[in-house]
């Protein structure tokens, strides 16, 4: 399963981040998923709930931030944010559009417990 691999690379950062902070553990680990990064929250919080253990993120909690598909028109340069997975532009109708977000998946922010 591919999440499991996104989670153990997303574990490393966290771990690297708490080092460096010096913090004792992690409170909480927020991503940002895009609706086409081709990953699913369920599984991927899964598979941090099995992975976190014996990591300094064995307590966190995971939250995940789904970012739905954005688009830009080529034809009227709007730029838009769709709930259908189209490339249609909801302006003009245009099929002329970039992906401008909704693809990626990106550790967001972390909450750390320091002393
Ligand atoms: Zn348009």
């Given at each position: 399963m591919h999440e499991f691999s996104i989670v153990q690379s997303l574990l490393g950062l966290v771990e690297e981040h708490a080092r460096e902070n010096r913090a004792k553990g992690v409170i909480r680990v927020v991503v940002?998923?895009?609706?086409?990064?081709?990953?699913?929250?369920?599984?991927?919080?899964?598979?941090?709930?099995?992975?976190?253990?014996?990591?300094?993120?064995?307590?966190?909690?995971?939250?995940?931030?789904?970012?739905?598909?954005?688009?830009?028109?080529?034809?009227?340069?709007?730029?838009?944010?769709?709930e259908e997975l189209n490339a249609l532009c909801p302006h003009c109708g245009s099929l002329n559009t970039q992906v401008?977000?909704?693809?990626?998946?990106?550790?967001?922010?972390?909450?750390?417990?320091c002393d």
């Open positions: 940002r998923v895009g609706v086409l990064s081709g990953v699913e929250p369920h599984l991927l919080e899964m598979a941090f709930d099995t992975f976190k253990e014996g990591t300094i993120a064995r307590n966190a909690e995971l939250v995940i931030e789904v970012e739905r598909l954005r688009l830009r028109c080529e034809d009227c340069g709007r730029e838009s944010e769709k401008i977000g909704g693809e990626d998946m990106f550790l967001k922010s972390l909450e750390l417990e």
